[in-house]
């Protein structure tokens, strides 16, 4: 038997960015974690480091479909994150949202396990409040391209208040802002990854629309911090919390301190910016801070030193293309 201080927990998408480096902090806090991934933007060599730990499992699964298993907290992060990925089925997409937040809400409910939504600042939309407060309520296109993604995050939250109002689940629900950091896939488009890979390979830097519109920046290290403060606070409190850095940076500062710290002799150059694409987002962290006297502590700069490096090594080792 384990004993009553280590748990078992379930974290969906765990073999993607954020569920990666959360599996590896859960398992050095000494819990059992069992990851489900259908690898659909995941990748095994982000959980390899971690698989000659005996309390860690991997089951290839899709969460659209039902999964039935024991445990004590759920961390609900399956989904694709980036615009490329996200709407490349846009289908499938609002299904892992809305179908896959049913099933764990279904598992929660049997086993009475407390279970975690990775939600997002895409809830806002484009927003017209400045910086963006929890009891904003959005402004989003229902029929965008983006929509698959910011609607299917927005039913999900739906679905984990009902299920609280309705069936007593212990909910908690982060809207994660941009977050950046080792493991990020470096071909998903995300703009931290495309221009690390860019610098790094001396090419041109790509800023889409003039590179005047503004994102957040969070180290996933200070996200995981987060995650698991918000997991373990009171049942009482249950989100929507902001999640992420308030610093922000426009995308064309971040292109000119990404070439400073590779030293690169990229050049900027301008494409069209994507549809509906949102001008600027900043979160407002006081509830975070309040509630879980959490705020970040990695500055960008410090944060981009510890994020190069991953995407040398896969320069080095000619693993762009995974
Ligand atoms: P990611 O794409 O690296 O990871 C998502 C993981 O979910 C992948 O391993 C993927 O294979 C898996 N997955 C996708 N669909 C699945 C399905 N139907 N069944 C099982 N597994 C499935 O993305 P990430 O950046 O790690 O994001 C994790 C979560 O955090 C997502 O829910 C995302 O919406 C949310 N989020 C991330 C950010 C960010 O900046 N990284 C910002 C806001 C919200
Ligand atoms: N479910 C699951 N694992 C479980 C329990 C439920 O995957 O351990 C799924 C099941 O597919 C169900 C969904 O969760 O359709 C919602 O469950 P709930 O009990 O809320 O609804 P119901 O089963 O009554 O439709
Ligand atoms: N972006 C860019 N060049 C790139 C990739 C992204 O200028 O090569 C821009 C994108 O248009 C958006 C911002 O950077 O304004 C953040 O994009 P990302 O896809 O990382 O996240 P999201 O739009 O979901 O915040």
Redesign the pocket.
């Known amino acids: 038997m384990k004993p009553h201080s280590i748990k078992r927990i379930l974290v969906t998408g765990g073999a993607g960015f954020l569920g990666s480096h959360l599996c590896k902090r859960l398992l050095d806090d000494g819990h059992e974690v069992i990851c489900v991934d259908n690898y659909f933007t995941g990748t095994k060599d982000n959980i390899i480091p971690l698989m000659d730990n005996r309390r860690f499992e991997v089951i290839r699964h899709d969460i659209t479909f039902p999964l039935y298993l024991e445990v004590d907290e759920i961390y609900n992060l399956a989904c694709p994150a ?2 490329i990925h996200y709407q490349h089925d846009p289908v499938q997409t609002t299904k892992t949202s809305v179908h896959g937040a049913i099933n764990m809400l279904g598992l929660a409910k049997r086993i009475k396990a407390k279970i975690f939504q990775a939600s997002t600042s895409e809830v806002y939309g484009d927003p017209q409040i400045h910086p963006q407060t929890e009891d904003y309520w959005g402004h989003v296109n229902p029929i965008g391209f983006r929509s698959c993604y910011d609607e299917g995050k927005r039913c999900a939250e739906t679905l984990f208040f009902d299920y609280r109002r309705q069936h007593k689940l212990r909910i908690k629900v982060a809207r994660i802002f ?1 977050t950046y950091g080792p493991n990020m896939h470096p071909n998903d ?4 990854s ?2 690390i890979v860019q610098a790094l390979q001396n090419k041109p830097i ?4 003039d ?1 005047s ?1 503004s ?1 957040s920046f969070c180290h996933v290290d200070d996200l995981i911090e987060v995650f698991v403060r918000l997991m373990n606070s009171p049942d009482d409190f249950t989100g929507p919390v902001n999640t992420g850095n308030p610093d922000e940076f426009t ?1 064309r500062e971040l292109a000119e301190i990404i070439i400073d710290l590779t030293g690169s002799k990229s050049e900027l150059v301008f494409r069209p ?2 549809s509906d ?2 001008t600027q ?1 900043r979160p407002n962290i006081t509830l975070a801070k309040e509630k879980l006297g959490w705020e970040p502590e990695i500055h960008l700069e410090e944060g981009l030193k510890r994020t190069v490096p991953y995407f040398e090594k896969l320069l080095l080792e000619n693993r762009f293309d995974i």
């Not at 790509?206 to 629309?209: C, K, M, P, R, S």
């Open positions: 980036s615009p941009n488009g995300r703009v931290v495309n221009f790509t800023l889409y629309g590179g519109q994102r995308i910016l994507p694409d949102p987002r």
